[in-house]
């Protein structure tokens, strides 16, 4: 892969986490999904595939990191009421 490659790569999975973020926020403010519960859910799948799967150990974190940032603006929201 050349680094024109890999800065396309990046900046699509960069554009689909924040779609996908943008989506759960939005189900979560509709009240479609338990938005806590889901996040619990995203970090223990994290954690485990850190643990049990060291080969997948970027990708644990980054759901980690996803979970992190929909609890973030979560209480963001909850302040600005």
Do not use: K
């Amino acid at each position: 892969m050349t680094e024109d490659d890999l800065t396309s790569l990046s900046a699509r999975i960069d554009g689909i986490g924040h779609t996908l973020l943008h989506l759960i926020a939005e189900l979560e403010i509709e009240g479609v999904i338990d938005g806590p519960r889901f996040s619990g859910a995203l970090h223990r799948w994290g954690l485990d595939r850190q643990r049990n799967a060291p080969h997948y150990w970027t990708s644990g974190g980054v759901v980690c990191e996803l979970a992190d940032r929909l609890d973030d603006a979560r209480s963001r929201r909850s302040a600005e009421r």
